[in-house]
Nanobody
Framework: QVQLVESGGGLVQAGGSLRLSCTAS????????MAWYRQAPGKQRELVAA???????NYVDSVKGRFTISRDNAKNTVALQMNSLKPEDTAVYYC???????????????WGQGTQVTVSS
């Protein structure tokens, strides 16, 4: 019913930029928080950046000043602009949303399928 689909990953040299996008589709009643997580090989999935429906944002310290999360509530999209990329940013990036569908009375957590970001040195 509800899907999150990411796009925009790829290979980039250190210092370069990438923009990730995620669109929530399906029978959506409302969306609360949306966020980006990442998981590098051999490491736990970590929160990179998050945004609330009211526009508040927070970032993991390692990306502050380099990454920007933005959201379009009308289009049910969230984006992550990643600048000054470093090799340690290499990971699979996942879109995350807390969403209430038209068929539910509660919010549920949804994940995208993930998109690979590789930063070469």
């Amino acid at each position: 019913q509800v899907q999150l689909v990411e796009s925009g990953g790829g290979l980039v040299q250190a210092g370069g930029s990438l923009r990730l996008s995620c669109t929530a589709s399906g029978s959506i009643f409302s969306i609360n928080a949306m966020a980006w997580y990442r998981q590098a090989p051999g490491k736990q999935r970590e929160l990179v950046a998050a945004t609330t429906s009211g526009g508040g944002t927070n970032y993991v310290d390692s990306v502050k000043g380099r990454f920007t999360i933005s959201r379009d509530n009308a289009k049910n999209t969230v984006a992550l602009q990643m600048n000054s990329l470093k090799p340690e940013d290499t990971a699979v990036y996942y879109c995350y949303g807390v969403i209430r569908s038209d068929y539910e009375s509660s919010m549920y957590r949804y994940w995208g399928q993930g998109t690979q970001v590789t930063v070469s040195s």
